[in-house]
């Protein structure tokens, strides 16, 4: 079992940038996929990025594509979600999530996920 913290959200006027962070417990951090959803007011759940195992694959939406990155440092127990050139309908709650899998392309189905962090407000001002 695996526990995640997300941290970084924040108030950014549009075109701004922010990093997410999402934090991890456990000592097999590096057995999961992780990755990152957002919900906006009114809107489902949508998928943000997702980075498999090692770091050595990842998967964007294509609303974020060139925009925003997503990495991990397993030393740390930690994913990073880099987000720039940041746009008012980029505003929501950002999740990250796990998910034990030895895939080696991530999944970005959120029902593919069995761990989820609290979430982190992220709120962009035209």
């Known amino acids: 079992q695996v526990q995640l913290v997300e941290s970084g959200g924040g108030l950014v006027q549009a075109g701004g940038s922010l990093r997410l962070s999402c934090v991890a417990s456990?000592?097999?951090?590096?057995?999961?996929?992780i990755g990152w959803f957002r919900q906006a007011p009114g809107k489902e759940r949508e998928s943000v990025a997702a980075?498999?195992?090692?770091?050595?694959?990842?998967s964007y939406a294509d609303s974020v594509t060139g925009r925003f990155t997503i990495s991990r440092d397993n030393a740390k127990n930690t994913v990073y979600l880099q987000m720039n050139s940041l746009k008012p309908e980029d505003t929501a709650v950002y999740y990250c999530?796990?998910?034990?899998?030895?895939?080696?392309?991530?999944?970005?189905?959120?029902?593919?996920?069995?761990?989820w962090g609290q979430g982190t407000q992220v709120t962009v001002s035209s």
């Open positions: 980075i498999n195992r090692s770091g050595g694959s990842t």
């Open positions: 999530a796990a998910t034990a899998t030895e895939a080696y392309y991530p999944s970005r189905r959120s029902m593919r996920y069995d761990y």
């Open positions: 456990g000592r097999t951090f590096s057995s999961y996929a």
